[in-house]
């Protein structure tokens, strides 16, 4: 049995009723997950079975966030992710700075998935899986064809509606 793991859970990985494997390491999320699942129901009764197994919560600091916002613009993830995503990164990126223990989060969000991949914080989605490539996202007109790097909604050039598409995977090694 390891004990030095850590897991980050985020919303979408609460409220998915999954059972998640908590008797290996610590389980931790952020604080303004509370505010996003409210009392009563079936996701309400999850997320106290949680709390009682010692789901602890923390808050990330100013400095992550603000990293975790700059990373995410270069992968093109920014404008996919709540604020609560980014504070899942940006706790999960504070906890990784000690090295001792082993940082894993566990979400089946594609872009969290992919700025920790950036950052090599490990993930898991709920079927277990290690995610094991890195995607790009660049924006590509659906009129013209046309791509951008930056996030955008219509394009300059013929006014159609800009869709985001995967460009790279590469493999992590
Ligand atoms: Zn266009």
């Given at each position: 049995?390891k004990?030095?793991?850590?897991f980050?859970?985020?919303?979408s990985?609460?409220?998915?009723?999954?059972?998640?494997n908590?008797e290996?390491?610590?389980?931790i999320?952020?604080?303004?997950i509370?505010?996003?699942?409210?009392?009563?129901?079936r996701d309400?009764?999850v997320?106290?079975?949680l709390i009682?197994?010692?789901?602890?919560?923390?808050?990330p600091?100013?400095n992550?966030?603000e990293?975790i916002?700059?990373?995410?613009?270069?992968?093109?993830?920014?404008?996919?992710?709540?604020?609560?995503d980014?504070?899942i990164?940006?706790?999960s990126?504070?906890l990784?700075?000690?090295?001792?223990?082993?940082?894993i989060i566990?979400s089946?969000?594609?872009s969290i998935?992919n700025?920790?991949?950036?950052l090599?914080?490990k993930?898991?989605?709920f079927n277990q899986?290690?995610?094991?490539?890195?995607f790009k996202w660049?924006?590509?007109?659906?009129?013209?064809g046309?791509?951008?790097?930056e996030?955008i909604n219509t394009?300059?050039?013929?006014?159609?509606?800009?869709?985001?598409?995967?460009?790279?995977k590469e493999k992590?090694?």
């Open positions: 049995m004990n030095n793991q850590i980050i859970i985020d919303t990985a609460i409220l998915s009723g999954k059972p998640i908590i290996e390491g610590e389980l999320t952020t604080n303004s509370k505010n996003e699942i409210k009392p009563g129901g309400y009764r997320f106290q079975f009682q197994k010692g789901l602890k919560f923390f808050s600091t100013k992550a966030v990293h916002i700059n990373i995410s613009k270069k992968t093109g993830d920014y404008g996919r992710l709540s604020k609560v980014i504070e990164i940006s706790l990126y504070d990784s700075q000690d090295t001792s223990k082993e940082i566990i089946d969000d594609y998935q700025v920790a991949n950036y090599k914080i993930i898991q989605n899986e290690i995610i094991t490539k890195r660049i924006s590509r007109c659906k009129g013209c046309k791509k951008f790097k996030n394009c300059p050039i013929c006014g159609s509606e800009i869709k985001r598409i995967v460009i790279k992590l090694g």
